[in-house]
Nanobody, 121 residues
Framework: QVQLVESGGGLVQAGGSLRLSCAAS????????MGWYRQAPGKQRDLVAR???????NYVDSVKGRFTISRDNAKNTIYLQMNSLKPDDTAVYYC???????????????WGQGTQVTVSS
């Protein structure tokens, strides 16, 4: 099993910055793609950014140029640097990881508990 622990959320004014971290721990063979999702009140959980083990990234259009996802494979940790934050970025941000417990086993999904990001206008 893989456990994900997020940190770094908080309250910030519009135009400010925050950096989220997500550390994976537990028993696993490998961790593949990881990513950040967010869920605003009354809305579905949506992708923000994803990163492969080899550091290929993709972003939702609304955060391109403002957010940067990065990864430290040695620490099994991903980060989300969020700049030029807007009130529309307010949401609970969740970390996701895809992992295997053996090479021949299927890919599993794990989710973190979420961290609140609130951007005031």
């Amino acid at each position: 099993q893989v456990q994900l622990v997020e940190s770094g959320g908080g309250l910030v004014q519009a135009g400010g910055s925050l950096r989220l971290s997500c550390a994976a721990s537990g028993s696993f063979f490998s961790i593949g793609d990881m990513g950040w999702y967010r869920q605003a009140p009354g809305k579905q959980r949506d992708l923000v950014a994803r990163i492969t083990y080899g550091a290929t990234t993709n972003y939702v259009d609304s955060v391109k140029g403002r957010f940067t996802i990065s990864r430290d494979n040695a620490k099994n940790t991903i980060y989300l640097q969020m700049n030029s934050l807007k009130p529309d970025d307010t949401a609970v941000y969740y970390c996701n990881a895809q992992w295997r417990d053996a090479p021949w086993r299927p890919i599993y999904d794990s989710w973190g508990q979420g961290t609140q990001v609130t951007v005031s206008s």
